[in-house]
């Protein structure tokens, strides 16, 4: 059975360092890819970047050098870090898979996201 | 970036209706080396995580029911969703995968009416 879950704070502080883990199960991740998508309280989905099976990675720009994305592949783990964080990334924070056949670069599976709020 | 521009933001249905949802990219997402369009579509019901519908701008995801149809080719694309049921009340997403960023339109709701 696929599945992705997210876990991280529920409160960061304004200008520090967010960091969640996707633990994933049912597959691999040298065979799929993993992205990440942020959603605001009540407003559409962002795609902040991903890491692909073979271990690059992609990031959205609007996101700068504020980013990064890793992973351990011994523990099905992918890893998001966002540095500098400010109220507007108060979000919750979804870690969704693509790589299936026909499906390589579509999100096929999701997690149930992390909720993440900024606070000052 | 490829910017998606989905309308109508909202749509108040009674059941049974049919519907038709609209995307338009600002660049086509037709690739011309397999001939296809770079276009997903998901359903995302309050408090859950989206799920895919469509993909290639017209193939059914693997359990979704054939209600759901999605059509279109270059930079328009519509989601057709025949004989809306009650559990279809959602926000529906345009996404395209031609290019990074991948980029999402804003989100059609689905009310009752």
């Known amino acids: 059975q696929v599945q992705l879950k997210e876990t991280g704070p529920d409160l960061v502080q304004l200008t520090q360092t967010l960091s969640i883990t996707c633990t994933v199960s049912?597959?691999?991740?040298?065979?799929?890819?993993v992205h990440w998508v942020r959603q605001p309280p009540g407003k559409g989905l962002e795609w902040m970047g991903a890491m692909w099976n073979g271990g690059g990675t992609d990031y959205n720009s609007a996101f700068k050098s504020r980013l990064s994305i890793s992973r351990d592949t011994s523990k099905s783990q992918v890893f998001l870090k966002m540095n500098s964080l400010q109220t507007d990334d108060t979000a919750k924070y979804f870690c969704a898979r693509s790589g299936g056949y026909n499906l390589y670069y579509v999100m096929d599976a999701w997690g149930q996201g992390a909720s993440v709020t900024v606070s000052s | 970036d490829i910017v998606m521009t989905q309308s109508p933001s909202s749509l108040a249905v009674s059941a049974g209706e049919t519907v038709t949802i609209n995307c338009k990219s600002s660049?086509?997402?037709?690739?011309?080396?397999?001939?296809?369009?770079?276009l997903a579509w998901y359903q995302q019901k309050p408090g859950q995580s989206p799920k895919l519908l469509i993909y290639?701008?017209?193939t059914r995801q693997s359990g979704v029911p054939d209600r759901f149809i999605g059509s279109g080719s270059g930079t328009d694309f519509t989601l057709t969703i025949s004989s809306v049921q009650a559990e279809d009340l959602a926000i529906y997403y345009c996404?395209?995968?031609?290019?990074?960023?991948?980029?999402f339109g804003a989100g059609t709701k689905l009310e009752l009416k």
């Open positions: 290639w701008a017209s």
């Open positions: 996404q395209q995968y031609y290019d990074t960023p991948y980029t």
């Open positions: 049912g597959f691999s991740l040298t065979t799929y890819n």
């Open positions: 660049q086509s997402l037709l690739y011309s080396g397999n001939q296809k369009n770079y």
